[in-house]
Structure formats: C-alpha cells, structure tokens
C-alpha cells in the first residue's frame, strides 16, 4: 500500500508500506512485522520516464519524415 506522508520538514513524501503477522509459538503471542519505505524519488523518476516515452512516441507517430538520432 502507497501512503502519502509528512517528512519533519514538513514536505510530502510517497511511502510504501507492507506489514504481516507471525504467529507466536502455541499462538500465544502474535508478532507484528510492518516496514515503511520512501518511494517519492522512484515514483518521480518513474513518471519522468513514462512523460518522457509519451513524447518521443508522438513526434514519431506525428512525423512522416525519417529521423535519425547521433549520438
């Protein structure tokens, strides 16, 4: 599950969180296990990349030319 967060300096953060239960020995005690991340950087970065893909996509479906990329 994505959470959004508040860091100390008061700036949202996208935090992922999973969890899970161990049952104790005999059932008599249950341990619960719960992990939280900061995903903000990785999720930007990844909708960088989709923006990035639309764009270049639609200029090559626009043109009817070749075009070719140097590197």
Do not use: H
Not at 4 to 20: L, M, Q, Y
Not at 51 to 61: A, H, P, V
């Amino acid at each position: 599950m994505e959470l959004k967060t508040f860091k100390r300096d008061s700036s949202t953060a996208i935090t992922e969180v999973t969890g899970s239960i161990l049952r104790g020995p005999c059932e008599e005690r249950d341990l619960y296990i719960v992990i939280a991340r900061d995903v903000t950087e990785q999720r930007l970065s990844e909708k960088n990349i989709r923006e990035s893909e639309e764009r270049y996509r639609l200029i090559f479906n626009k043109v009817g030319e070749w075009i070719l990329l140097f590197n």
